[in-house]
């Protein structure tokens, strides 16, 4: 019997962290024998894209513009026709959208597309209201994947569903060999012997709090001069990357790197020494356990979604509302001279909920009666 045709749908073709679950996916389908495509909204910087020309796995840019969905105009439902036609011509059984506007569109027309069914992959917590697309998403029905507990309790009070049909399945870690190595990347970042490296590897959206970071930075810096802060990301609106970079001039600070999304992640992280993320929303997030794999120490905001990676009473959680909090973790952690107990805390934590063989196998299970 024939293996099902799949489609994955992101907004773009970057290296987030829904995307970057979203590949592991499709290449793990494929692997299994799916015939598996991912189409995204827009190219971005396609850094996705060259993933996923390596893998081998068909990709394609969505004829819709996302800026129907806030649009007041009639026709807009014109060009939903046009999508649901687009969507036809792939032959799916399966649709696998992640993140809100693959979401909600998705959702609203799937039941038109001849799809066996449509899965709501929830990653954030979306802050805007409920628009007429999404109210037509819930009336369609689709089946409903949370890659948390708190995305699940968050999805299921904003569309008025049980809980219970909001199926878990964890993101799964995908280890990844580096492609510089060591010594390249600190000639990279023009990093001396004597310093070390602090990061946040996260795209620059408002919830991930650049600016709360680097005036934290700041305070940590005026005491410890050997440090460099790495903000790795892709910005899909160049405002938010203009504003950190605007902070960090306006306060003199001369030891922060900005990089452009990068695909070696794996390399950077290899000659890091602390890995921060200030998030004020996700759903799992994918960077901490990237630093809990590579061996770094984490720093993260102190939110649901992150206590539930790192366990309730992890030490280095931070309150976003008290900069002088996230100096002083980071006065902490480098003073700190064994981080062997919190390493084999990382490992049972990984290797216990977190890989990616058991992110594939529950995805099977969706799609493939063999698996049942």
Request: with cysteine; aromatic share 12%.
């Amino acid at each position: 019997m024939s293996k099902s045709n799949i489609l994955i749908i992101l907004p773009f073709f970057t290296l987030g962290g829904a995307e970057t679950q979203a590949f592991n996916l499709a290449k793990g389908l494929k692997i299994k024998g799916f015939n598996v495509t991912v189409i995204a909204f827009e190219e971005k910087n396609k850094k996705l894209i060259l993933k996923l020309e390596e893998a081998g796995i068909s990709w394609d840019v969505a004829k819709l513009d996302l800026s129907i969905v806030h649009s007041k105009s009639k026709f807009k439902f014109i060009e939903l026709i046009k999508f649901i036609f687009y969507i036809r011509s792939f032959r799916h059984d399966y649709l696998f959208p992640f993140t809100y506007y693959p979401n909600i569109i998705c959702s609203s027309i799937w039941r038109f597309t001849g799809a066996k069914n449509c899965y709501w992959n929830q990653r954030g917590m979306e802050t805007i209201g409920i628009n007429f697309i999404e109210k037509l998403a819930i009336w369609q029905k689709p089946k409903y994947i949370s890659n948390s507990i708190s995305g699940a309790n968050f999805i299921s009070n904003r569309h008025k569903i049980d809980q219970n049909k909001v199926q878990i399945i964890s993101n799964g870690l995908n280890a990844k060999t580096p492609y510089l190595s060591q010594e390249d990347w600190r000639k990279k970042l023009n990093i001396q012997p004597d310093e070390k490296i602090v990061t946040q590897v996260a795209n620059f959206y408002p919830e991930k709090n650049h600016l709360y970071l680097i005036q934290a930075w700041k305070l940590f810096t005026q005491k410890y001069f050997n440090y460099k802060l790495v903000l790795v990301g892709y910005a899909p609106n160049e405002i938010h990357l203009n504003k950190a970079k605007a902070l960090v001039y306006d306060l003199g600070l001369n030891n922060v790197i900005f990089l452009n999304s990068e695909n070696d992640i794996s390399g950077l992280l290899s000659v890091a020494n602390i890995g921060i993320l200030v998030s004020s929303s996700e759903g799992c997030p994918n960077t901490i356990l990237e630093y809990m794999h590579a061996k770094v120490p984490v720093i993260a905001s102190d939110i649901s979604p992150v206590k539930e990676v790192l366990g309730t009473n992890y030490p280095y959680l931070v309150d976003l509302n008290n900069t002088k909090d996230l100096k002083d973790k980071l006065d902490e952690m480098v003073n700190q001279t064994n981080f062997d107990d919190l390493f084999q805390s990382y490992d049972s934590i990984l290797h216990t909920k977190y890989t990616n063989e058991k992110m594939i196998k529950a995805y099977l299970k969706l799609v493939s009666n063999e698996y049942n």
